[in-house]
């Protein structure tokens, strides 16, 4: 964070001024413009304090502190000349973390369906300087190609229809892709998955390449939302069991083995053998 935005976040939580509404809101239409002006190559966050993402002005809320746990244990899992795939990379900040620490010989794939969540990640991975190592695609992830209805809210919690009590005047249709397809005769070294309940639909579709010891990623981060799993048959059991046929071990952010999942929160899938095969969902 520069030391203007710094002094102006500190001026704004002054406690003596913090509710001066009247004078915030003479004040933030220029502020807005100022930051758009100063901010047109970006404006600086070092996230966690170890990498340094540039946002364009319209993100400057975004926290330098940002999903620490998870990504400490991301980036330590990143070698130079990875291939990585963001499935639900939303305004980018895995996806160009990821890319810088590949560097030039590795690449990420980055999978946002939300138009307006993709047009922001399409602008930071260009502000990063990142577009020669992220390929962008505008598709949701499941088990199968074609089109899916999509509740679209421009934010992280945009979801697969039915996953969320969203009005169907929120639904969109979105094409899909499966990381089978996307990645057929290519392999994948580390695979993260944000996709708000429909990770085992994202996994089923990645059956084959999953099983293939000679391009299966060694490690899935996957946020998990068993919340959402009822309305498409998701139980813990059947994404802990297709793992464990996949070749994985599920563990959780204290490296414990994980035997059920009942609540919001992150796992990681550690690839340990060929596993066995499965039918598709």
Known sequence: MHTAEKLIFAIRHNPFLERANLLWNVLRPVYDRLTAVTGRKGIERIINGTDKVLLAPRWRMVSEEYEPDVWDRLIKEIKPGDVAADVGAYIGLYAITLAKRVGPSGSVVAFEPDVKSFASLKEHVTLNAMTDRIELRQQAVGLNSGKLEFVAQSS????????????????????????????????????????????????????????????????????????????????????????????????????????????????????TSAGTSRSKL
């Open 156 to 271: 992280a919690l945009s979801c697969v229809s039915g996953l969320n009590s969203q009005t169907a005047r929120s639904v969109t249709s979105v094409e899909c892709v499966s990381l089978d397809e996307v990645f057929a005769g290519k392999h994948l070294d580390v695979l993260k998955v944000d996709v708000e309940g429909y990770e085992e639909k994202v996994l089923a579709g990645a059956s084959t390449l999953l099983q293939d010891e000679a391009r299966s990623p060694r490690v899935i981060f996957i946020e998990v939302h068993p919340y959402a799993w009822e309305a498409i048959g998701t139980t813990s059991a059947s994404l802990l069991g297709r793992l464990n046929d996949y070749g994985y071990q599920v563990r959780d952010m204290s490296d414990n083995v994980v035997s059920a999942i009942d609540e919001y929160g992150e796992v990681i899938a550690y690839k």
